[in-house]
């Protein structure tokens, strides 16, 4: 098993020089507005998707429908690169509008039959997840959800639930609220020792944590575009392709069929991870996405989590100098991108900072999302601005 911070064995680690952050920084106009630390919330999105943006809607002032061939070539392309960067064969990757959409239509391939029939998951998901599986409750799914009791996971606890009754196990790598970890290789042996699939919901880990799914051994992986991975409006889900062939998802559309693109009626499942396609596609958001995706690529997923440990690291130092409570772990190994910070009246203060030009979020602490293309002197300017504002 790979440690939780190794990289994938399909991208090169590179560090950036100056130079090279200084190029990075020029593709992103939103950095030179603002000091943008809330890529864990949406990531800045660079120029050339705009130029994408144009290009489609001249596309649409001439509509004609034979441009459906590029941008399936688009979308195919979109979801290979994503399984490139995670660890994953191309064809093993599928791409919908949202996260809420797929999970849904995986939730679909079950029989949710006693005596294996729950489903494990924490309290510290984002709630879409638990929001789905209490609506499969109606098929006789039993979503049995691990308190934890405060931000952090409590490992011991989520794997102790699992048993001979479990079907799915469906987990945050990290959490939105905390950023706190998942020890992901223990969790899945544990799983696949009792006989469960796990489910991964990487959307505020992939882009900044390395992530190797196949070294992992994962059964299916959920993440999206408009964070980490600095796109748009798009999300995919990996499913390892030796479990493919036993999943038949009910919610369903044309797209997952083994004709599809010949307009003659399907008599099967498509090959690969298209079989968890939905009906006609949207390809834009793909379109726009594989620029902020290229760029990442070209980084590496290594370089981009030791600068973002750097970057998350000095919040840390700064905060405790200045007598800020830190909720996220304060170790390495348990960080993902982001620092949640307990600060008095913190929902106004986030909005003063933003006013300064200054920009993070706000879901119950301050969190701040440095991303590869910010610097150690905007860390510094956010939290001179920060300890300014506290101090009021």
Same mark, same amino acid.
């Given at each position: 098993?790979s440690?939780p911070? /190794?990289p994938p064995?399909a991208v090169?680690?590179?560090?950036?020089?100056a130079?090279a952050?200084a190029a990075l920084?020029?593709?992103?106009p939103?950095? #030179?507005?603002?000091?943008?630390?809330n890529n864990? %919330?949406?990531?800045?999105v660079?120029?050339?998707a705009?130029?994408?943006?144009?290009d489609?809607?001249?596309t649409?002032?001439?509509?004609?429908?034979?441009v459906w061939q590029?941008w399936h070539?688009? *979308?195919d392309?979109?979801?290979?690169?994503?399984?490139?960067l995670i660890?994953?064969?191309a064809?093993?990757?599928?791409t919908?509008?949202?996260? %809420?959409?797929?999970?849904?239509?995986?939730? =679909?391939?079950?029989?949710?039959?006693?005596p294996?029939? #729950?489903?494990v998951?924490?309290?510290?998901e984002?709630?879409t997840?638990?929001? &789905?599986?209490?609506?499969f409750g #109606?098929?006789?799914a039993r979503a049995d959800? &691990?308190?934890?009791?405060?931000?952090r996971f409590?490992?011991d606890a989520l794997e102790?639930?699992?048993?001979e009754?479990?079907?799915l196990?469906?987990?945050p790598?990290?959490?939105?609220?905390s950023?706190d970890t998942?020890d992901?290789?223990r969790?899945?042996a544990r799983?696949?020792d009792?006989g469960?699939?796990?489910i991964?919901?990487?959307f505020q880990?992939?882009g900044v944590?390395?992530?190797?799914?196949t070294?992992?051994?994962v059964d299916?992986?959920?993440?999206?575009?408009? $964070?980490?991975l600095c796109?748009?409006?798009?999300?995919?889900c990996?499913v390892r392709?030796?479990?493919t062939?036993?999943?038949?998802p /009910?919610a369903?559309? !044309?797209?997952?069929g083994?004709?599809?693109?010949t307009?003659?009626p399907?008599t099967?499942?498509a =090959?690969g991870?298209q079989?968890?396609?939905?009906g006609?596609?949207f390809?834009l958001?793909s379109?726009?996405?594989?620029?902020g995706?290229d *760029?990442?690529?070209?980084?590496?997923?290594?370089?981009?989590?030791?600068h973002s440990l750097?970057?998350t690291?000095?919040?840390?130092e700064?905060?405790?100098?200045?007598?800020?409570a830190?909720?996220s772990?304060t170790?390495p190994?348990?960080?993902?991108?982001?620092v949640c910070?307990?600060?008095?009246d913190?929902?106004?203060v $986030?909005r003063?900072?933003?006013?300064?030009? &200054?920009i993070?979020s !706000?879901r119950g602490w301050l969190r701040v999302?440095p991303?590869?293309y910010n610097?150690?002197e905007?860390?510094d300017?956010f939290?001179?601005a920060l300890?300014?504002?506290?101090?009021?």
């Open positions: 098993m440690p911070d /190794a064995a090169e680690a590179r560090c950036l020089d130079g952050q920084r020029a593709e992103f939103l950095l #030179r507005t603002c000091v943008y630390l864990n %919330s949406t990531g800045a660079p120029e050339g705009h130029r994408v943006l144009a489609y809607g001249e649409l002032r001439g509509w004609r429908d034979d590029g070539v688009g *979308l392309r979109y979801a290979d690169s994503v399984a490139a660890g994953a064969p064809g093993s990757v599928v919908d509008a949202n996260l %809420s959409t797929l999970l849904a239509r995986i939730a =679909s391939c079950f029989d949710y039959r006693p294996r029939d #729950r489903v998951t924490t309290d510290l984002f709630p997840v638990p929001f &789905v599986w209490n609506a #109606r098929y006789g959800v &691990v308190a934890t009791g405060g931000v409590d490992q102790a639930r699992i048993d009754r479990t079907l196990v469906c987990v790598h990290a959490s939105f609220a950023g998942l992901l290789p969790l899945v799983a696949h009792a469960a699939l796990v991964v919901d990487a880990t992939v944590l390395p992530l190797d799914v070294a992992l051994g299916v992986v959920l993440g999206g575009a408009h $964070k980490w796109g748009v409006g798009t999300a995919f990996y392709p030796d479990l062939p036993r999943l038949e /009910a369903t559309g !044309w797209q997952a083994d004709a599809a693109l307009f003659r399907s099967g499942w =090959s991870a079989r968890f396609a939905g006609t596609p390809p958001t379109l726009m996405s594989q620029v995706l *760029l990442l690529a070209g980084v590496g997923v290594p370089a981009i989590r030791r750097a970057c690291g000095r919040i840390v700064r905060a405790a100098a200045a007598g800020i830190v909720v772990p170790e190994h348990r960080r993902g991108g982001v910070l307990d600060v008095p913190g929902e106004a $986030k003063r900072l933003a006013a300064r030009d &200054v993070c !706000w999302g991303h590869v610097t150690l905007e860390i300017v939290m001179d300890e300014e504002e506290v101090r009021r």
